[in-house]
Structures are given as C-alpha cells and as structure tokens.
C-alpha cells in the first residue's frame, strides 16, 4: 500500500463559513461581513481522535483567535474574520490542509 495513500485515509477534513448576516444584507451591504472559518477533523479510529484532542487542546491554549469544539469524531476550529477577505479564507484553508497531512503523517509512523 502507498504510504501517501494510507495516511491520508487517517483524518477527514472539511470546511464551512458560518455567518449572522442575512442574504439580504450581504446583496445590499457586501459581502464584506463578519464570517466564521469552521474547520472540522474526523479520525477514522479512537487514536486518531485522541491525537485530534490533543492537537485542539494545543490550538486552544496557543491560538486566542480561534475558538476548538469537541465533537464525538474529531475537533471542530472556528476562526473568527472581521470581513469576508477571499486571500485570508485561502491561506487559512491551505494551512489546516497542511496540518491534517503532517498530523497523518506523524500518526502513520511506525511506533516504537
């Protein structure tokens, strides 16, 4: 099996904005609004999940913009943008993609 293929497999990730202004206020305001990046990381197994706990708990305690729930399969990140700002939405998107391949990375290791 390709070890980029089978770590890959480890952690699920997807993304979301979250917003409190109506479609309305977006066509007559901008999009220039507050929104809320969601990131959410599911594990395939309980180890998995318990590494996710662990990293939420790090981006917690280290990252004050940024908000870490617990879900049953993983963590949810909500980061929280002052404006719609396309540039600011990328950058964060490919950073969470680089984490969750260093995560699987690191979690398809052999232990020793």
Not at 14 to 34: A, H, N
Not at 37 to 47: M, N, Y
Not at 92 to 112: D, F, G, I, K
Request: proline letters at 2%; glycine letters at 6%.
């Amino acid at each position: 099996m390709d070890t980029e293929t089978a770590h890959q497999g480890l952690i699920d990730l997807s993304f979301s904005m979250e917003s409190s202004v109506g479609l309305w206020s977006l066509i007559f305001e901008g999009f220039d609004q507050e929104i809320t990046l969601v990131s959410k990381f599911s594990g395939k197994d309980v180890s998995t999940v318990e590494t996710l706990y662990k990293f939420g708990r790090i981006v917690h305690d280290r990252y004050k913009g940024c908000r870490v729930d617990l879900k049953k399969t993983g963590i949810e990140i909500r980061k929280l943008l002052p404006e719609n700002d396309t540039e600011v939405v990328n950058e964060w998107t490919e950073l969470m993609t680089s984490v969750r391949e260093e995560m699987s990375r690191c979690l398809s290791l052999p232990r020793s």
